[in-house]
């Protein structure tokens, strides 16, 4: 797996930085280099991290329910496919950030 273009790591060394689950205004992402796991801002991290995948969870059955649905209207399956790609991004960032602190892990 590799990184998203859009998410390319600064220059240093990948297993020093933790790509955080969230971005700066312009939609940049954002870094933390901290000496601990334990910091404020790592376990901030930690916790938005853990409420996304509650949420994707949530969004999954919603998606499946909209597409059981053969009476949904085009409106109820563009906001369940809009839910369920924001979903799929959240995902895929929390994927790279975890993978990214895997000690010898190469991407």
């Known amino acids: 797996m590799s990184i998203p273009n859009n998410m390319s790591v600064p220059n240093t060394t990948r297993n020093e930085l933790r790509l955080l689950p969230w971005t700066t205004p312009d939609g940049k992402p954002c870094y933390l280099s901290a000496d601990s796991h334990d910091s404020r801002l790592s376990l901030l991290a930690d916790d938005i991290e853990a409420a ?3 949420s994707e969870d949530q969004v999954l059955a919603g998606a499946k ?5 053969p ?3 085009e409106r109820a399956v563009r906001f369940a496919l809009t839910r369920a790609s924001e979903s799929l991004g959240d995902a895929l960032r929390i994927a790279v950030s975890r993978g990214e602190r895997i000690p010898g892990c190469e991407w």
């Open 52 to 54: 996304q995948l509650d």
């Open 65 to 69: 329910a909209v597409l059981a649905d």
């Open 71 to 73: 009476k949904a209207g």
